[in-house]
């Protein structure tokens, strides 16, 4: 289901969709690289013959038009896997006294709602096209949650309930959209090398490495994308959350 078949990666123009977007490409796979940033998703679908689509997640009809041109411009993708996320900062009472439902808003409608969009619009067009195998597969969709989703930290809330909502999608997507053939898988990471985690503070960074037994270190985002590998090629994996941690377990804060 990757090779000389297209693939669809959101968040793709950095940090561990970038990595998966180059890897599916390396396997034969052609990629439409969606991204808030279309310059980073250009960057990397130049890079890999690939193609390159700029879109707010959480924003329906941007994520239906450009799914629509990837229709147009390399047919349905088979592989779909949803990067495209933001790490978010707040605590629920804040020493300044301010409230932070925006951020919770924003954190939510990116991380849950982008997720579930894509998961939606490329349903319909996965389900609507030819099965590829014996078993009736038509394709695989892979959402990205966090260990956050269980061990949330203090200023977590916002971002461990996006995630948490997104792991708890998996089951009851992949059991909807079994009759079509539709795998739907999650892949939650601990603390992985990219853009995002660099803007953790090095006191919280060093705290979180501690508490990672082995191997004692951030995860490489190759790391991420041999995993998404692994789950497009075995067709057994389906309805389940796979923490990918070397059996981290975050510390309180
Ligand atoms: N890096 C980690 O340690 C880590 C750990 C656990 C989970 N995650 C999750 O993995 C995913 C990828 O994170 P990353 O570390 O590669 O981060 P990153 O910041 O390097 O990449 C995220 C990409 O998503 C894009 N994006 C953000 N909001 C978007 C939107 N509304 N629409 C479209 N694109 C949008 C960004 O432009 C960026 O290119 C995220 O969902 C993140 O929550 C990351
Ligand atoms: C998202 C994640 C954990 C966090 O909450 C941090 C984020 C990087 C930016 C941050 C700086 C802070 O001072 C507060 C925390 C946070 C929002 C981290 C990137 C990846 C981490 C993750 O999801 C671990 O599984």
Do not use: W
């Amino acid at each position: 289901m990757i090779k000389g078949h297209v693939a669809l990666v959101t968040g793709a123009g950095s940090g561990l969709g970038a990595a998966t977007a180059r890897h599916l490409a390396s396997l034969g796979a052609t990629v439409a690289c969606i991204d808030l940033t279309e310059g980073a998703a250009a960057a990397v679908a130049a890079d890999i013959g690939g193609l390159a689509l700029g879109a707010d997640v959480s924003d329906a009809a941007a994520v239906e038009a450009a799914f629509d041109r990837l229709l147009e411009k390399l047919g349905v993708p088979r592989v779909v896997v949803s990067c495209a996320g933001i790490g978010t900062a707040a605590r629920i009472l804040p020493r300044d006294g301010s409230l932070t439902i925006g951020a919770f808003e924003r954190t939510l409608r990116v991380n849950l709602l982008g997720t579930y969009t894509v998961m939606s619009v490329a349903a319909r067009a996965i389900a609507a096209a030819e099965p590829l195998d014996g078993d009736g597969a038509r394709g695989v969709i892979i959402n990205t949650a966090s260990i956050a989703y269980e061990d949330g930290q203090i200023g977590q809330a916002a971002y461990s309930a996006s995630k948490g909502g997104v792991a708890s999608m998996t089951l009851p997507a992949s059991r909807e959209l079994a009759r079509f053939g539709i795998r739907v898988m999650t892949i939650a990471p601990g603390l992985f090398e990219t853009s995002m985690s660099a803007g953790l503070p090095d006191d919280v960074r060093a705290e979180i490495l501690k508490a990672v037994p082995f191997p004692s270190r951030m995860g490489d985002a190759n790391e991420f994308a041999r995993l998404v590998q692994c789950i497009v090629e075995n067709p057994m994996l389906n309805g389940s959350v796979i923490r990918l941690d070397a059996a981290a377990r975050m510390p309180i804060k």
